[in-house]
């Protein structure tokens, strides 16, 4: 029931992004592939839904992440304003990931792009990380670097 319920959500904000013009390049639905598989039986699995929280720079976030058992992430902010992808990898209760995604101007363009890579530790149903983001031009040129601190919850 869970995977339906993310499956359903990922569904539902591809579509808010498609119809907005927002993240056309980058959205994609979930597909039977990305339903969530069990990971070691003595840790805790990173796969599935996720509600976080914490801080980009000195901007709170509170993003909405969905892992799934073929390594592969989607993640949403709070605001809707893009869909980020990426790649997770576990090993016991620490686990790393990278994503990107886009930052649009005010007209829709892609202006700028994040990439981000984080590490972290699960424990039962939370799981809290650290990294270091980036912020590139569209030409690939590093323009900023900050920290991105994150806590979030299982739902």
């Known amino acids: 029931m869970r995977s339906i319920a993310t499956r ?4 539902a904000a591809t579509a808010v992004l498609a119809l907005t013009g ?7 639905a979930a597909t039977t592939t990305d339903a969530p598989v069990a990971a070691d039986a003595a840790y805790a699995s990173l796969a599935g839904e996720w509600l976080g929280s ?19 992430l989607k993640m949403i902010p709070e605001n809707n304003a ?3 992808t ?11 990931f990278h994503l990107e995604h886009p930052i649009y101007d005010s007209t829709g363009a892609v202006v700028s792009y994040i990439k981000a ?9 939370t799981w809290s990380s650290t990294g270091t983001s980036g912020r590139y031009d569209t030409q690939g040129n590093l323009l900023e670097t900050f920290t991105v601190t994150l806590t979030a919850n299982r739902v």
């Open 8 to 11: 359903a959500g990922v569904v």
């Open 54 to 72: 914490g801080t980009a720079g000195s901007n709170p976030v509170q993003p909405h992440f969905f892992f799934y058992g073929n390594g592969t």
């Open 117 to 125: 890579d984080q590490t972290g530790t699960i424990d039962g149903n």
């Open 22 to 28: 927002l993240g056309a390049a980058t959205a994609s």
């Open 82 to 84: 893009y869909l980020a």
């Open 86 to 96: 990426g790649t997770w990898k576990q090993n016991g209760s620490s686990f790393t």
